[in-house]
């Protein structure tokens, strides 16, 4: 089972190089499918291993399901019809994902406590939020660069791309962070049990688009600034509440 959960989400992040290379050229119908296909098996990847789990909670399952969601938002960013925003957000979705598969963290065997429908949802929602801090940063530098090279200045409709994602994640965001205290509270006693780096730095990331947010309500800053502060916060999540999920590099155990 642990072989199979492995090689579909290999298979999934195989199917996003050629996806890529028909994206570049231009060949989107092709495109479309071979990503359709990808998320399908990142899908069924991330089903089996909730049910291999269930009802415990898989543990460091978190860049896994951020893989899946970073490719899910790109499809509804390509119904909306803003093209542009979701091959940023794909090619973030790919990096992560082979970012996930090099760098595998994760445990299969999981604890009694996990099985708490507030342990599910505090890692629903916190990997929900990741994806679409993920999300808003790609779409961000390339909103940066593209203007760079125009010579015109950021939109109005630019920054609301990112800012309405980063709203959205600073909400799941916050429910996961009160189910979390839950789920520890019921288990332990206590809001916090363990002492995890993952722990401290989701909360000095929510604490960074808390004031982003202020940041944006205040309007006292430059359309281009926020772009910047919302890709540095992209950057945040990466290193403090993605990297501490992830383990060494394992490229001999990338073939199960």
């Known amino acids: 089972m642990k072989a ?9 992040c195989a199917a996003c190089i050629p996806a890529a290379i028909f994206s570049m050229l231009g060949w989107r119908r092709l495109r479309n499918v071979i990503y359709l296909v990808a998320v399908s098996l990142m899908l069924a990847s991330t089903a089996v291993r909730i049910a291999y789990n269930w009802p415990l909670m898989c543990l460091y ?3 896994y399901l951020i893989s899946l969601l970073l ?5 509804h960013l390509y119904v909306k019809g803003d093209i542009s925003s979701a ?33 599910h949802l505090f890692s ?3 990997s929900f939020a990741r994806a679409a801090y993920f999300c808003s940063a790609a779409i961000s530098i390339r909103i940066l660069l593209s203007r760079a090279n125009s010579g015109a200045g950021p939109s109005t409709a630019d920054l609301g791309r ?27 006693g206590t809001p916090i049990q363990w002492e995890s780096h993952l722990l401290l730095g989701m909360a000095g990331v929510w604490f960074y688009y808390a004031w982003f947010l202020h940041l944006h309500l205040a309007g006292n800053y430059s359309r281009r600034t ?24 394992n490229f001999q155990g990338i073939i199960q």
Do not use: R
Request: net charge negative; aromatic share 18%.
């Open 87 to 119: 091959i940023a957000s794909g090619t973030a979705a790919v990096l992560v994902s082979f970012f996930s598969l090099l760098f595998p963290g994760d445990i299969y065997v999981s604890f009694v406590k996990t099985n708490s429908i507030f342990a």
């Open 4 to 12: 199979l959960i492995h090689n579909l989400f290999l298979f999934a």
């Open 71 to 75: 490719l899910l938002l790109p499809i």
């Open 124 to 126: 629903l929602f916190s």
């Open 162 to 188: 990112t800012t309405n994602l980063i709203i959205a994640g600073f909400a799941l965001h916050t429910l996961g962070m009160f189910c979390g205290g839950i789920w520890a509270y019921c288990g332990w």
């Open 226 to 249: 926020m772009l910047c502060a919302s890709f540095a916060g992209g950057v945040l999540t990466f290193l403090f509440a993605f990297l501490p999920d992830t383990g060494v590099f």
């Open 61 to 63: 399952q978190e860049p």
